[in-house]
């Protein structure tokens, strides 16, 4: 598809307008903050392997640094570390590259792809996050995080290579399908769980439950050296109390569930206030908060529901300063 808004790689003075307009004022179903909102969109005009192709579209343009290659709406939103920019700018113009991990899903529905992965910026490839609303086969929106660890602050790099996790592919059975509306639920009770988390589960975890954040496993293993935590289970952790530090889990959406394989993209701000610092674990176990100043976490997090329960969770997340807004809610 032809695009004459675009030029060289950056918008034209109509289109710019257009996005800054659509900026500030253009409702989305990324800002629903009612979970059962986003059930409510039309039938999908663009089904998954349409919506794969524009995320290959997507990514081979972003790779070539070459935006025209894109087919955009009239109007388009794009952010990427929770900041709006113009198309053309950020990563488009420091990529050199993908790589292998490569971890894609849809929700025809609401006419959503998202896809986590690696992207190579000069010395650096740093786990990142993308999610595309696609409108009539156009580009209207992107999402982006990148966790860049040289500027990542308190997190540490990965401690392993991005490896992939069979479990986030496997298609569910119709059968053993857990409605949209619960999944989001799940999803939205594990963080309340997060939330000044005193040991009480407000969702449902699998046994087997495993979380990566930044391509680094932060459950059930023993051998991190970022909290003895780490060494836990999914619930375990929970029912520790350690997560008190964090005191609001704030603007989370919830725009992309992939039904066919169990899996909800949410976004979210986890804010941590600095003013805790020893506090007690439910074992009686006197911790320290590693957050004595204020500071915020933006992140894109994916979830596994299998059978009722979160099975597996992947997390991109940076820091970004103390109670930023979104820029996809009021």
Not at 209 to 228: A, Q, Y
Not at 324 to 329: A, D, H, L, R
């Amino acid at each position: 598809m032809r695009n004459d808004h675009i030029m060289t790689g950056r918008l034209s003075v109509r289109a710019a307008l257009g996005a800054a307009l659509c900026f500030g004022f253009l409702p989305t179903l990324a800002q629903a903050q009612n979970p059962q909102e986003v059930t409510s969109a039309a039938p999908p005009a663009c089904g998954r392997e349409c919506l794969y192709r524009v995320l290959d579209r997507y990514l081979d343009a972003l790779t070539a640094k070459d935006p025209s290659r894109v087919s955009w709406a009239k109007m388009v939103r794009y952010t990427e570390n929770n900041v709006s920019l113009m198309v053309g700018d950020g990563l488009w113009g420091t990529i050199s590259g993908l790589g292998p991990y490569q971890l894609r899903f849809a929700d025809p529905l609401n006419g959503q792809v998202g896809y986590f992965g690696e992207v190579k910026e000069t010395l650096t490839a740093s786990p990142f996050a993308l999610r595309l609303k696609v409108e009539d086969g156009l580009v209207a929106e992107v999402e982006t995080v990148v966790f860049r660890a040289p500027d990542g602050g308190i997190l540490p790099p990965p401690e392993d290579p991005l490896v992939d996790k069979p479990v986030l592919q496997e298609l569910v059975p119709p059968e053993d399908r857990t409605p949209r509306e619960r999944m989001i639920s799940l999803v939205n009770g594990y963080f309340d769980t997060l939330q000044l988390n005193d040991g009480t589960l407000f969702t449902q975890f699998d046994d087997q439950c495993d979380r990566f954040e930044n391509g680094t496993r932060t459950t059930n293993n023993p051998n991190s050296k970022i909290t003895r935590v780490t060494s836990l289970g999914c619930a375990a952790q929970f029912r520790t109390g350690f997560f008190r530090i964090d005191d609001r889990l704030r603007a989370r959406r919830y725009p992309l569930v992939d039904e066919e394989r169990g899996l909800v993209l949410a976004s979210a701000f986890i804010d941590h206030s600095g003013r805790l610092g020893s506090y007690r674990l439910s074992d009686g176990t006197v911790a320290e908060s590693r957050f004595r100043r204020p500071h915020t976490f933006c992140v894109m997090e994916l979830f596994k529901i299998q059978k009722g329960k979160i099975r597996q969770i992947e997390a991109v997340l940076i820091t970004v300063p103390y109670n930023m807004p979104s820029p996809w809610t009021r």
